[in-house]
């Protein structure tokens, strides 16, 4: 099998990916997806052409790898169907971090407030100074401030307390890359919770990756990923795609807007997954990002079928037709969640250089319900 994301003569562990397209659109020889190396991944397509499921097809053929731990953001809970026959593959129904993996400086634009106004300052400080949601409530209203700001700073934690995502016990980087894949359903989160959750969760994994080399390396998969690049978990996703792939990170990101993304999402990717995508400004944006081997318009290199991509990859300078492969687990929402010890909270949640490779560990079985 061809592999896409590294040289010909690299071996390793790869996602069984598809088959390549030929020029009249018939299949040809299997085409895989690298997993040895750290790589930052863009999926994009309009809607309904087959991003979540190419993303799908990613984290089953990592799940299955030695030496990776796919973690799946699921916004619209679509990926239950990942845990189906593998008693490895973990769904988090109501997944929570505690408040301390968001950084002090975070709590400020948590809440769209500058850390030099008095309540996001008070936020700023009181986020310093303690560790959990009370205790942060304690601190305010402990503060030598005015009743208003008080009463502001707390109103506001106590939003961030109802969205249930917050937790001394929650998920850690040692936690998530304990399973052989890991998928986060956030589709009961508010935009805020989830983006203050895929923060911590980057930036979570980034830093354990940075202090010492896991067993396996984290390949964080992100749906709508155009929500998340535009507030607060932006800043850690930044840092995945620019520094990532030296202590072991990989991202992939899927967006019908890569129009919306950051420039660096689009430059720093190294594999570009293309299905058919129509919106002038999308396109734009993808050529404005696209190397110069890839010769011809994008535009008319799009494909117009349903899980056709285009694939560029920028390790080995090519491009390729591909057809993505069918899943092997179900795709969709409607899957029985395995996390039954959160049903409960989960209802309660409002709606609102060199890089490392991967080594032949093997990959443990780690219980469904673990935290
Ligand atoms: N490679 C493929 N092989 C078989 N079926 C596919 C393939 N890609 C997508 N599909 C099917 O096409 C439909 C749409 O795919 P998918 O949900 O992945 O689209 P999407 O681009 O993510 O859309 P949305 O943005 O609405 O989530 C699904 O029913 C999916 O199973």
């Not at 896409?4 to 390793?12: P, V």
């Not at 929570?96 to 634009?109: E, G, H, K, N, Y």
């Not at 594999?271 to 400004?281: D, E, F, P, S, V």
């Amino acid at each position: 099998m061809h592999v896409l994301g590294r040289d010909a003569s690299a071996t390793g562990p790869a996602v069984r990916f598809g088959t390549y397209r030929a020029a009249d659109g018939s299949d040809g020889a299997a085409v895989g997806l690298d997993l040895h190396r750290p790589h930052a991944a863009l999926v994009v397509g309009k809607r309904g052409y087959g991003k979540s499921h190419t993303l799908g097809v990613v984290a089953e053929g990592a799940a299955r790898a030695p030496g990776v731990a796919p973690i799946v953001v699921d916004p619209m809970g679509e990926f239950a169907g990942l845990a189906e026959g593998s008693a490895s593959v973990r769904v988090v129904a109501a997944p929570t971090v505690a408040a301390t993996l968001l950084p002090s400086t975070a709590w400020p634009a948590l809440f769209d407030l500058s850390p030099t106004d008095s309540v996001g300052a008070l936020l700023w400080e009181a986020a310093r100074e303690t560790a959990t949601l009370d205790e942060m409530l304690a601190h305010v209203d402990a503060a030598a401030v005015a009743d208003g700001v008080a009463r502001a700073a707390r109103n506001h934690l106590q939003l961030a307390d109802s969205w249930g995502v917050f937790d001394p016990d929650g998920l850690d980087a040692r936690t998530l890359l304990s399973a052989s894949a890991t998928v986060l359903d956030c589709s009961g989160l508010a935009d805020r919770a989830a983006a203050a959750l895929v923060r911590a969760v980057a930036a979570g994994l980034y830093d354990a990756c940075v202090d010492r080399r896991p067993e396996r390396l984290p390949w964080l998969l992100l749906d709508e990923a155009h929500v998340f690049f535009d507030g607060i978990a932006a800043p850690a996703l930044e840092t995945v795609l620019t520094r990532g792939r030296t202590p072991g990170v990989s991202l992939v990101a899927a967006t019908q807007r890569p129009g919306a993304l950051p420039s660096v999402a689009l430059s720093q990717s190294d594999l570009l997954i293309a299905h058919r995508l129509t919106a002038g400004t999308d396109v734009e944006a993808l050529a404005a990002a696209t190397p110069t081997y890839l010769s011809g318009r994008l535009r008319d290199r799009l494909p117009a079928e349903t899980g056709a991509a285009v694939v560029v990859d920028d390790v080995t300078e090519s491009v390729h037709g591909v057809q993505v492969r069918a899943r092997e687990t179900p795709h969709g929402g409607a899957d029985p969640r395995v996390d039954a010890a959160h049903d409960d909270s989960s209802m309660a949640v409002p709606q609102s250089g060199h890089s490392p490779s991967t080594t032949g560990t093997g990959v443990e079985h780690s219980g469904q319900n673990s935290r």
